[in-house]
C-alpha cells in the first residue's frame, strides 16, 4: 500500500507541475494543455507502473512513464532514445583546428603576452552554418516551411503570423557543438515577425519595446512522439497572407568566436593588461579582415558579433522591463548581469532566402543562465 501511495503522489506531483509549467507559456492558437493517467497498474512479477499523458500548449503530446518493482521506491522510467549517430563528417568538424592557430597568431602579434593569453582563454567554439554543397550533412533549413504539431503555427496575437525563419535540427547540431547543451531530440525553430505578413512595414519586433517581445519565438518541436491519433510533425502550409522564405540547406563547421571589444568585463582586460588603443585597433582590424570575422555569418551558439554594440544589454534590457527592474546602461547591476547570456542563435541577412533584417542586419536569439531554448530572449542589429 504504502508504494502504491508513493507512485500516486509521484504521479500527482509530476502533473501538478506540468500544468504550473504549461500556464506559464503563452499558449498557441488552437492549442491546450492537460495531463491525464489510467492509473497506477499492477503487473504479473508484482511492480507497479503508470503511464501520464502530458498535452503541451503547442499541440505536443508526450508519454511519461512511471515504475516501482517490488521493494523500491517509485521513479520516473527514462524515455527511449534513439542510437547515437554517426560521428560527424571532416566537413562539420575540420576547420576549428585551422581556426585556433590562427587567432592566436593575430593575438600574439598585437597584445602583450598576457593580454593574448587571455584573449585566448575567451574563445568559445560555435558552429557556423553555410549553404550546403552536394553530399554535405545538412544541419539546419533557411527559411521554408516548418514541420509543426496542428493548429501551432506562431502567431502574435493582435498582430499576425511570425515568418518561419530556420530550423535546427538537434541530433545533427547538439552532437557538433556540446558546449552549448542543447536538447539532442527533435528540432528547434525559430520564428519573427518581420513584415512579410500583409507587407506589415509599419510593426517593429524591438527591446526597446517589451510589449513586442511576442514578435520572436523559439519553439522545440518533438516528431520522435508523433503518432497517429496526434500528429507533432506535419509539414505546415504557411498562413494566408504570410510569404514563406526560399528554402535553403545548410551545413555547419566548428569555429572558435571571440567577445565584443565593447564589453565592459572586455574592456576591463584590457585596462588591467595595459593594451595600448593603437594595438586594439590594429587587432580588430586583422580579427575583421580573417575568415574567422563573424560579421554577416549564420551561428549556433559562440559569441555574437554585434552590428551596434553587445547585444547582450539589449535583451537584459528587455527582461529587466518584464520582470518590472529598472534598466540604466552604466548600472553596476545590469554590466554584472551580462555574462549571464548565452548566444543561441544569429542569423544574417540572406540573398539566397530573400533575407533582409534592416540594412543587411542580423537576428540574435540569447538565453539566460541555463534557461532552455524555447525561453530565448530576442534582439536586432543592422548597419
Do not use: K
Not at 506540468?18 to 492549442?31: K, M, T
Not at 533557411?142 to 525563419?165: F, I, Y
Not at 530556420?166 to 552532437?175: E, F, H, S
Not at 588591467?272 to 582590424?285: F, K, M, N, Q
Amino acid at each position: 500500500m504504502a508504494r502504491h501511495a508513493a507512485l500516486q503522489a509521484l504521479l500527482q506531483r509530476r502533473q501538478t507541475e506540468h500544468l504550473e509549467a504549461s500556464s506559464r507559456q503563452q499558449p498557441l492558437p488552437g492549442g491546450s494543455y492537460g495531463a491525464s493517467t489510467a492509473g497506477v497498474r499492477l503487473a504479473p512479477d508484482g511492480s507497479l507502473d503508470a503511464v501520464l499523458e502530458l498535452r503541451h500548449p503547442d499541440g505536443r503530446v508526450e508519454q511519461v512513464r512511471f515504475a516501482a518493482a517490488p521493494g523500491e521506491e517509485p521513479a520516473e522510467v527514462p524515455p527511449w532514445r534513439p542510437p547515437a549517430s554517426a560521428p560527424p563528417s571532416p566537413t562539420a568538424t575540420g576547420r576549428e583546428a585551422e581556426c585556433e592557430v590562427d587567432l592566436r597568431a593575430l593575438a600574439e602579434a598585437h597584445l602583450p603576452s598576457t593580454a593574448a593569453a587571455e584573449f585566448l582563454r575567451w574563445l568559445r567554439p560555435a558552429l557556423r552554418l553555410r549553404a550546403a554543397a552536394d553530399g554535405e550533412a545538412v544541419v539546419a533549413q533557411l527559411g521554408g516551411l516548418p514541420a509543426l504539431p496542428l493548429n501551432s503555427w506562431p502567431v502574435w496575437e493582435g498582430v499576425g503570423p511570425l515568418s518561419h525563419v530556420l530550423t535546427v535540427d538537434l541530433a545533427t547540431a547538439a552532437p557538433l557543438l556540446p558546449e552549448l547543451a542543447l536538447p539532442d531530440v527533435g528540432s528547434l525553430a525559430f520564428f519573427y515577425y518581420d513584415g512579410r505578413y500583409l507587407d506589415d512595414v509599419m510593426t517593429t519586433v524591438g527591446t526597446w519595446d517589451a510589449a513586442t517581445r511576442h514578435g520572436a519565438r523559439v519553439v522545440h518541436l518533438r516528431p520522435d512522439l508523433s503518432t497517429r491519433e496526434q500528429v507533432t510533425d506535419l509539414l505546415t502550409p504557411a498562413p494566408p497572407g504570410l510569404r514563406p522564405y526560399p528554402t535553403v540547406p545548410l551545413t555547419g563547421e566548428r569555429i572558435l568566436t571571440w567577445p565584443s571589444f565593447e564589453l565592459p568585463w572586455v574592456a576591463d582586460a584590457w585596462r588591467r593588461h595595459g593594451v595600448a588603443r593603437e594595438d586594439l585597433d590594429s587587432l580588430r582590424d586583422a580579427l575583421g579582415a580573417s575568415p574567422w570575422n563573424g560579421f554577416d555569418t549564420h551561428q549556433l551558439g559562440g559569441h555574437p558579433t554585434p552590428q551596434q554594440g553587445p547585444v547582450e544589454y539589449e535583451v537584459e534590457q528587455v527582461r529587466r522591463a518584464v520582470d518590472g527592474e529598472p534598466f540604466d546602461w552604466g548600472d553596476p547591476a545590469v554590466v554584472d548581469a551580462l555574462p549571464r547570456w548565452r548566444s543561441l542563435l544569429q542569423l544574417a541577412s540572406d540573398e539566397r532566402a530573400e533575407m533582409m533584417w534592416g540594412d543587411v542586419g542580423q537576428l540574435h536569439w540569447l538565453v539566460r543562465d541555463d534557461a532552455p531554448p524555447q525561453e530565448a530572449s530576442f534582439t536586432w542589429q543592422c548597419g
